[in-house]
C-alpha cells in the first residue's frame, strides 16, 4: 500500500464511501481505485488527486497534503546512486533487499531521520 492509497481508504471508509460510488462519481473503474488503495498503479496524476480532493471537499493543508502524499507514492522505485560514494550504493542495496521486513517502528524512525 502506498501512502496516497492509504490516506485514500482511510478518508473513504470514514465517510462510509464504497469504492462503487467513489469510482462512479469520478468516472473511473472501481478496479482502478482499488489498485490505487493497493499500490498497484503508479503514482495517481495531478487530475486524479484533484477529482480525489473535489470528491471529499478537501481545501488548503488537507488538500496540500493529498499532493504530498501522491508524489511520495510511486510503488517502484528507482534510486540513482551513479557518482555517489560506494555507501550510498550499499545503503539503497540493503535498503532495498530488508525494507519489506522491517518492523514499523523502524520505518517511522528511519522516516523521521529523513525528515531532519
Do not use: K
Not at 482511510?10 to 462512479?24: D, F, I, N, Q
Not at 545503503?91 to 533487499?97: D, F, H, I, Q, T
Not at 514499523?104 to 522516516?111: D, N, V
Request: no cysteine; proline share 7%; hydrophobic share 45%.
Amino acid at each position: 500500500m502506498t501512502p496516497f492509497g492509504a490516506r485514500l481508504r482511510a478518508m473513504r471508509r470514514a465517510r462510509s464511501v464504497s469504492l462503487g460510488v467513489m469510482a462512479e462519481a469520478m468516472q473511473v473503474s472501481p478496479a482502478y481505485l482499488s489498485a490505487l488503495e493497493h499500490g498497484h498503479r503508479g503514482r495517481p496524476s495531478a487530475g486524479l488527486v484533484h477529482q480525489v480532493n473535489e470528491f471529499f471537499g478537501l481545501i488548503w493543508d488537507e488538500a496540500d497534503e493529498l499532493r504530498r502524499l501522491a508524489q511520495l507514492s510511486h510503488p517502484r522505485v528507482t534510486i540513482d546512486t551513479a557518482g555517489l560514494p560506494p555507501e550510498a550504493t550499499e545503503l539503497a542495496n540493503r535498503l532495498a533487499e530488508r525494507v519489506a521486513d522491517l518492523p514499523p517502528e523502524t520505518l517511522a524512525a528511519l522516516l523521521a531521520l529523513l525528515d531532519d
